[in-house]
């Protein structure tokens, strides 16, 4: 099936364009961009840099693709890619910039949505089925796991981690990481309770969230330290996936795990 380019697109010679695409007037499409079968971008939307998209991902008007890095660290001559996966859409005057290194990436899964006016800054890495609705902003070098929904106008620094299943309130600033699971709140961020409904539309057991609502408990409520609190969920949940995902999370956290407020 042949692509369907608008005649005032403009796709430089180089671009790679997969069978099936549809370009509008006044879309952008750079000389090293890869475009999967099926793409859409509408019109004035713009894809450049080493960028390559997988299939039947959507680009609306004015949204902004694989530019070059807004940190200046940034050196010219270096070489940065965008790698993003199948399925994703892209809503107006979204931003998602290229890597700051040599060689870098900033790498987004498939089957995510970002809304208007989001913004993914370099060397982020994003799983599978994030949603981020309007204004949530991402800093440099942000990982986010699969299945994170962050509500509207989020602001996440550099560096941070946001653990798989999580949801991340509207308006919060992120500033620790944050653990798998767990539903988020705050300015700044900070875990209230497992992310329970969220969960339970994914397929989880009502045992699995129990169990959860346990660790929770015992992570952040129970006054003990964090290794103490590690050891009892091993303890009291050897066998439980999800625990040990948990666990590995926090275990692995430079910028410090987000906790509640005392009192």
């Not at 991902?57 to 940034?74: N, R, V």
């Not at 005057?93 to 040599?102: I, K």
């Not at 949801?167 to 497992?194: H, I, W, Y």
Request: glycine content about 10%.
């Amino acid at each position: 099936m042949s692509s369907n380019i608008h005649p005032l697109a403009a796709v430089m010679p180089g671009a790679v364009i997969g069978e099936g695409c549809e370009i509008g007037p006044f879309a952008y499409v750079g000389p090293q961009v890869k475009l999967g079968p099926g793409c859409r971008l509408h019109p004035h939307a713009m894809v450049d840099g080493r960028t390559t998209l997988g299939s039947t991902c959507e680009i609306f008007p004015f949204a902004s693709i694989g530019g070059k890095t807004q940190d200046l660290k940034w050196q010219e001559g270096y070489t940065a890619f965008v790698e993003i996966g199948d399925r994703c859409t892209f809503r107006e005057y979204v931003t998602v910039h290229a890597s700051t290194s040599d060689g870098g990436k900033t790498v987004i899964g498939s089957d995510c949505s970002l809304l208007a006016y989001c913004h993914i800054a370099h060397d982020c890495i994003l799983g599978d089925r994030v949603v981020m609705s309007n204004l949530t902003q991402l800093a440099g070098h942000v990982e986010v796991g699969n299945h994170v929904t962050f509500g509207g106008m989020v602001a996440v620094i550099q560096f941070v981690r946001i653990g798989s299943w999580c949801m991340v309130g509207a308006t919060s600033k992120v500033v620790q990481d944050l653990a798998p699971f767990m539903l988020n709140d705050g300015s700044p961020c900070e875990p209230r309770m497992p992310n329970k409904i969220g969960l339970e539309r994914h397929g989880f057991t009502p045992e699995t969230v129990r169990a959860l609502f346990d660790i929770h408990k015992l992570y952040y409520r129970s006054n003990l330290r964090a290794e103490e609190a590690v050891a009892k969920i091993r303890a009291e949940y050897p066998e439980l996936p999800e625990a040990e995902q948990f666990i590995a999370f926090t275990l692995a956290s430079k910028k410090g795990v987000a906790r509640p407020k005392a009192g």
